[in-house]
């Protein structure tokens, strides 16, 4: 077996091993119903919602994944806005009810950070992020949803990349590392600078900051933004002259790591735009000087932000000598899968990956099954809006690695008005209640995944 068949084959069984189960789906819903318990029980956040977003809603999560919340205030038809006092006030009530509820564990509330964030381990061991009116952060899990229903090799490489950067510890913003959203977009950005591209500068399907485009009446906002990803999205995917990229899962993941070996040197001169799809000299973007940052990755739905903000002088240098030690190790005459493996993923993960049966592979020469452009179309993700709500159900996020490419189309994400289902019963579906329903759906049918999926 050669060096790239190895590593094909070792990244298949990781996958296998990362991949979310049923029973992981179904804690996580149980988690949310839970939540929404405690917010409903707190007199002022009566009427807000309990939504969904993070790596959960872009299907970007792993078995051993965190799971976003955001409380959504109401504010009638339109977005709400409060200021950071008042966020910190209402998760300090928040933190109060969790804390007679009792069951929560390793109960942290951040209340420097730019976005407040009340953090706790709840049942399932799952680690949950709870923060206040955070549409911005649900918008962006949905279009990172969408981008990885142009081509599933993006979903396979996030979830790899996040083991990998995990097992190097450098996934952590807390510690001056990256972040999981961060390591999101380096893996966009590569798919835009590999020859020939597997993904478009993102202004291509969103053109302005997104961020700025969340005013007003929600239903509105949101549904402009979606239809604009969908028509765009729709266009590169029937451009029939577009170049494919048919390079196997291994051969992206060796790509990936070669590309950012250079990292801090290259930091200190340039930034990564996702937005444009290339490297940007820091001294010609008026957006971002001054340069205060280690590292820029530019957030593409909320320029000039830098999703890679937090991380520090010293941890960018341990960052690159990941990148130089695991290309090193994957370009090796004498690479083997023991060594890979504990390269690639933690200990406890590696327990996983043994158990894998060696003769298993679904992978081919040409990566995992990868969505190639221009096979098929997206519909408009919120088609809903021109209907009553009563007429549609969740869509789950598909997983695009078990799905046929031309019998699927891409639907909206899971979003949490349309998980409000109180009964949380997997046999039991309910309807909308009335027409006055439009933007916070009180029932709904709730998706669960099918075993063996």
Request: hydrophobic share 35%.
């Amino acid at each position: 077996m050669n060096g790239y068949s190895l590593l094909e084959h070792t990244l298949q069984n990781i996958l296998h091993s990362i991949n979310p189960s049923e029973e992981d789906w179904s804690m996580r819903f149980q988690l949310i119903h839970e939540l929404r318990a405690v917010v409903e029980s707190i007199e002022i956040l009566r009427g807000a919602t309990v939504e969904p977003f993070g790596s959960f809603v872009s299907n970007l999560f792993t078995r051993w994944g965190d799971l976003d919340i955001s409380i959504e205030l109401p504010n009638g038809l339109h977005i709400s806005a409060a200021g950071k006092k008042c966020k910190l006030n209402l998760l300090g009530d928040v933190l109060k009810a969790l804390r007679a509820k009792g069951g929560c564990r390793k109960l942290q509330f951040i209340t420097n950070a730019r976005v407040p964030i009340l953090k706790f381990q709840g049942n399932y061991n799952i680690s949950c992020d709870i923060s206040i009116n955070n549409l911005s952060g649900q918008m962006k899990s949905k279009i990172l949803y969408w981008i990885n229903m142009i081509d599933g090799r993006f979903r396979d490489m996030v979830l790899l990349v996040k083991e990998w950067a995990k097992a190097h510890n450098i996934n952590d913003s807390k510690t001056g590392t990256l972040n999981s959203y961060s390591l999101s977009l380096l893996v966009v950005f590569h798919f835009q600078t590999c020859v020939p591209a597997i993904l478009p500068p993102l202004k291509e399907i969103y053109p302005g900051s997104m961020v700025d485009d969340l005013t007003g009446v929600r239903a509105s906002a949101e549904k402009f933004i979606e239809e604009t990803c969908a028509m765009n999205i729709n266009r590169l995917m029937s451009n029939k002259s577009r170049a494919i990229n048919r390079s196997s899962l291994s051969e992206l993941f060796i790509s990936f790591i070669a590309k950012f070996c250079n990292i801090s040197s290259r930091a200190s001169a340039q930034g990564i735009s996702p937005f444009t799809g290339q490297w940007e000299d820091i001294v010609s973007n008026m957006r971002w000087l001054p340069k205060t940052y280690t590292i820029f990755v530019e957030d593409p739905f909320e320029q000039p932000l830098n999703s890679a903000r937090g991380v520090s002088t010293k941890q960018l240098t341990r960052i690159e000598e990941a990148f130089r030690s695991t290309h090193f190790m994957l370009c090796s005459s004498n690479l083997n899968e023991n060594e890979v493996i504990s390269t690639l993923v933690k200990p406890h993960v590696s327990k996983f990956v043994a158990r894998i049966s060696g003769n298993q592979n679904n992978y081919s020469r040409n990566g995992l099954r990868p969505q190639l452009q221009g096979q098929r179309a997206i519909k408009p993700p919120l088609q809903a809006h021109h209907q009553h709500q009563a007429q549609r159900a969740i869509h789950p996020p598909l997983r695009a690695q078990h799905q046929p490419q031309a019998q699927r189309p891409i639907n909206p994400p899971l979003q949490a008005h349309q998980l409000q289902d109180k009964r949380m019963n997997r046999n039991q579906n309910s309807t909308v209640q009335g027409p006055t329903q439009a933007i916070r759906v009180q029932t709904q049918t709730v998706w669960r995944p099918k075993s063996g999926v």
